[in-house]
């Protein structure tokens, strides 16, 4: 699994973490690195995704300047994850190569969900904050006077696919691997925002919005693996990724009285994605290991929503768009691997 910058002031990262448990089937002694053929691994455990935050609240009643967000929520998440592995190393060596071919193929997948809330009012300055519609024309009013309960849901799915090939070597203590193959990565994340006045519940604004983001392209890194001690072994890992984005977002709006309108957005940029894997392992018979990984991925771009902006003194609110921050996600899990 992919999961190295964390975040820094407004920018925002993907984080997952990782416990990983292994067992492995293997051929050979406990006091060297085992000989691997055809094996599969299986692993859950817990994932921290730092995404983009969820911001709104910029809009004002009148012309005064307003310094918001006043809503900012969501971002870092924690969740569950689980991944699948299966390769095999085959038995051909190419005459210009030191070391033998294999085929991995691996898929993960991710989720958080959380529910946030928050009470708005005017701002210091006593300019009254509002939640502009999506067709830029004036939404919801939140004031001393009456102050709004915001609820924001916040889900989050992601899924990583990996097919790789590449060779395997030894290297005096080092067992290394150079591989390289296609990827997609799938981020969907989904928001519900539920507005109602503190004095007056059943005065409502609700909001529905979903990104959903497809990554494709193509990874290259090295892995490497050798025996620290007897039954123990110590596993490095780094790749980097080169892949298109496109984001798909949709978004309805609807508030007490009548009004409301809907939204669709497209985006799609170039993105790169460094992961590195800190791991041990430790064997406890010819063919179970336990251990640990933890591993970082890093995408240098992931969608963000800019809510309407501006002031209703004129209905003359900025409709909503989209645009990218950086993300990351780190991991620590626990599995099974047995080889064959």
Same mark, same amino acid.
């Given at each position: 699994?992919?999961?190295?910058?964390?975040?820094?002031?407004?920018?925002?990262?993907?984080?997952?973490?990782?416990?990983?448990?292994?067992?492995?089937?293997?051929?050979?002694?406990?006091?060297?690195?085992?000989?691997?053929?055809?094996?599969?691994?299986?692993?859950?455990?817990?994932?921290?995704?730092?995404?983009?935050?969820?911001?709104?609240?910029?809009?004002?009643?009148?012309?005064?300047?307003?310094?918001?967000?006043?809503?900012?929520?969501?971002?870092?998440?924690?969740?569950?994850?689980?991944?699948?592995?299966?390769?095999?190393?085959?038995?051909?060596?190419?005459?210009?190569?030191?070391? $033998?071919?294999?085929? /991995? *193929?691996?898929? %993960?997948?991710?989720?958080?969900?959380?529910? +946030? !809330?928050? @009470?708005?009012?005017?701002?210091?300055?006593?300019?009254?904050?509002?939640?502009?519609?999506?067709?830029?024309?004036?939404?919801?009013?939140?004031?001393?006077?009456?102050?709004?309960?915001?609820?924001?849901?916040?889900?989050?799915?992601?899924?990583?696919?990996?097919?790789?090939?590449?060779?395997?070597?030894?290297?005096?203590?080092?067992?290394?691997?150079?591989?390289?193959?296609?990827?997609?990565?799938?981020?969907?994340?989904?928001?519900?925002?539920?507005?109602?006045?503190?004095?007056?519940?059943?005065?409502?604004?609700?909001?529905?919005?979903?990104?959903?983001?497809?990554?494709?392209?193509?990874?290259?890194?090295?892995?490497?693996?050798?025996?620290?001690?007897?039954?123990? $072994?110590?596993?490095? /890992? *780094?790749?980097? %990724?080169?892949?298109?984005?496109?984001?798909? +977002? !949709?978004? @309805?709006?609807?508030?007490?009285?009548?009004?409301?309108?809907?939204?669709?957005?497209?985006?799609?940029?170039?993105?790169?994605?460094?992961?590195?894997?800190?791991?041990?392992?430790?064997?406890?018979?010819?063919?179970?290991?336990?251990?640990?990984?933890?591993?970082?991925?890093?995408?240098?771009?992931?969608?963000?929503?800019?809510?309407?902006?501006?002031?209703?003194?004129?209905?003359?609110?900025?409709?909503?768009?989209?645009?990218?921050?950086?993300?990351?996600?780190?991991?620590?899990?626990?599995?099974?691997?047995?080889?064959?």
């Amino acid at each position: 699994m992919s999961p190295l910058p964390t975040r820094f002031g407004e920018a925002p990262f993907i984080i997952t973490f990782t416990l990983l448990f292994t067992c492995e089937a293997v051929a050979s002694e406990v006091s060297s690195e085992p000989a691997k053929k055809a094996y599969l691994k299986a692993d859950a455990g817990a994932v921290l995704f730092d995404l983009p935050k969820y911001e709104d609240g910029w809009g004002v009643v009148g012309l005064a300047p307003v310094s918001g967000p006043f809503f900012s929520k969501s971002g870092n998440q924690v969740g569950v994850i689980g991944g699948l592995t299966g390769g095999l190393v085959t038995d051909y060596s190419p005459s210009f190569l030191d070391g $033998f071919v294999f085929f /991995e *193929a691996s898929g %993960s997948y991710g989720r958080s969900k959380r529910d +946030y !809330s928050s @009470t708005l009012g005017s701002d210091s300055a006593g300019n009254n904050i509002r939640f502009g519609l999506f067709n830029g024309s004036n939404g919801f009013n939140s004031s001393n006077a009456a102050p709004v309960t915001y609820r924001l849901n916040s889900d989050i799915e992601y899924s990583n696919f990996v097919f790789s090939t590449g060779i395997e070597a030894e290297k005096g203590a080092w067992k290394v691997r150079y591989q390289f193959g296609p990827q997609w990565i799938i981020l969907n994340q989904t928001f519900e925002l539920r507005g109602n006045l503190v004095a007056t519940p059943s005065t409502f604004y609700n909001r529905d919005e979903s990104l959903n983001t497809n990554y494709y392209g193509g990874q290259a890194g090295i892995s490497l693996s050798r025996a620290v001690y007897e039954h123990l $072994f110590l596993n490095l /890992e *780094a790749d980097i %990724s080169l892949l298109k984005m496109e984001t798909r +977002y !949709s978004g @309805t709006d609807a508030r007490t009285g009548g009004g409301g309108s809907s939204l669709a957005l497209n985006l799609d940029k170039i993105a790169y994605s460094p992961h590195a894997t800190v791991g041990i392992r430790y064997q406890i018979r010819s063919n179970v290991e336990l251990g640990l990984n933890v591993n970082y991925n890093y995408l240098s771009k992931a969608p963000k929503i800019v809510h309407a902006t501006g002031s209703t003194a004129f209905g003359n609110f900025v409709p909503a768009s989209l645009t990218t921050q950086s993300a990351s996600i780190w991991g620590a899990t626990a599995g099974l691997n047995i080889f064959f």
